[in-house]
């Protein structure tokens, strides 16, 4: 699969979505762009930007659009009554399943990344039926290797996973539609770092050298080096 380019969303509701929930992020401190001074993930993959979705928790204003724009993209792209339980990954994604499943009113269930090493050695807690149909959520994806944890645990306690959700996709790894593509599982999302980008642009977010060091980040991040100031 060729590298992605910039995400193009389906709908002007999608754009509004993306475009307000960027917004949002950049307003609360989430959004963090170093290029002179890159981060490392736990992958070893260096980038000058870091996306911080755990951060909406703490804010309501946030927190309640996003849930809203989550739930109309659920309702456009999968179906509300196509979902039968909403499941959290273990642990950003637990405070999101929540929101979702309120909103929704919706049964929810968290998956851990390891079953529980005591007791009934559980992985996932909360009451989950054989042939449920499970949305997982998360907070974000970059190349969705996290998924494969989750979503096998799930199937392996009889559920159906055909989607997964994240307030936060990178968008720049083909890595994510590959791994989506071979589990069979829809990935949706609300914004990318592209949306980030176009709406920190629009704000005179950050310095421009900055920003087009991140856009280059973005257009080919294997290849892309620090700023040096």
């Known amino acids: 699969m060729a590298r992605p380019k910039k995400a193009e969303h389906t709908s002007e509701e999608a754009r509004a979505a993306a475009a307000d929930t960027a917004r949002h992020l950049l307003d609360i401190g989430a959004v963090n762009f170093s290029p002179e001074d890159p981060y490392t993930f736990t992958s070893g993959r260096v980038s000058p930007s870091y996306i911080d979705c755990r951060r909406v928790i703490a804010f309501p204003q946030a ?59 559980a992985q996932i807690e909360g009451a989950l039926d054989a042939g449920a149909r499970v949305l997982l959520v998360e907070d974000l994806t970059t190349d969705a290797g996290s998924k494969v944890r989750f979503i096998d645990a799930l199937r392996e306690a009889g559920a159906i996973v055909e989607h997964t959700y994240v307030v936060f996709h990178y968008g720049i790894f083909a890595e994510a539609w590959e791994t989506m593509e071979k589990l069979g599982v829809g990935l949706h999302a609300l914004a990318t770092w592209w949306d980030v980008l176009d709406a920190a642009r629009k704000n005179s977010i950050f310095t421009s050298e900055q920003l087009d060091s991140v856009e280059a980040y973005l257009s080919d991040p294997d290849t892309w080096k620090p700023m040096i100031l």
């Not at 979902?83 to 399943?97: C, K, L, N, R, S």
């Open 63 to 121: 927190r309640e659009a996003m849930t809203a724009h989550a739930v109309d993209l659920i309702d456009r792209e999968i179906g509300r009554d196509n979902i039968d339980v909403v499941a959290g990954g273990e642990t950003a994604g637990i405070p999101y399943a929540a929101f979702l499943a309120v909103a929704l009113g919706k049964p929810m269930v968290y998956v851990r990344k390891e079953p529980k090493g005591f007791g009934r050695m």
